[in-house]
């Protein structure tokens, strides 16, 4: 079992930046791929960002392309979301999550662990 801890999320204003980690408990942690989800009230969980095991292959939701950027440190387990030019409409709560299967997962049904998500909030 994978437990995930999400940290990073607050209020920010409009064009400002967040950088979002998430930390896994899991040793083998490089063996995962990793995603960033968010979901706002009465929508589907949507996939922001995803990166596969060595972190060399990266996919990007259109609306974040540019001003996101998703990384990860194998050695210390942790996943990142750096968030640059936020706008009102990223206010959401943002979830990491782990699957198992190699290649970049696109689909929240395809991911095995989550965590309980950390809300971030843009002021417009």
């Known amino acids: 079992q994978v437990q995930l801890v999400e940290s990073g999320g607050r209020l920010v204003q409009t064009g400002g930046s967040l950088r979002l980690s998430c930390s896994a408990s899991?040793?083998?942690?490089?063996?995962?791929?990793m995603g960033w989800f968010r979901q706002t009230p009465g929508k589907e969980r949507e996939s922001v960002a995803v990166?596969?095991?060595?972190?060399?292959?990266?996919y990007y939701t259109d609306s974040v392309k540019g001003r996101f950027t998703i990384s990860r440190d194998n050695g210390k387990s942790t996943v990142f979301l750096q968030m640059n030019g936020l706008k009102p409409e990223d206010t959401a709560v943002y979830y990491c999550?782990?699957?198992?299967?190699?290649?970049?997962?696109?689909?929240?049904?395809?991911?095995?662990?989550w965590g309980q998500g950390t809300q971030v909030t843009v002021s417009s």
């Open positions: 999550a782990a699957a198992k299967k190699y290649g970049l997962r696109k689909s929240e049904y395809e991911y095995d662990y």
């Open positions: 990166i596969d095991w060595s972190g060399d292959t990266t």
């Open positions: 899991e040793r083998t942690f490089s063996r995962y791929t």
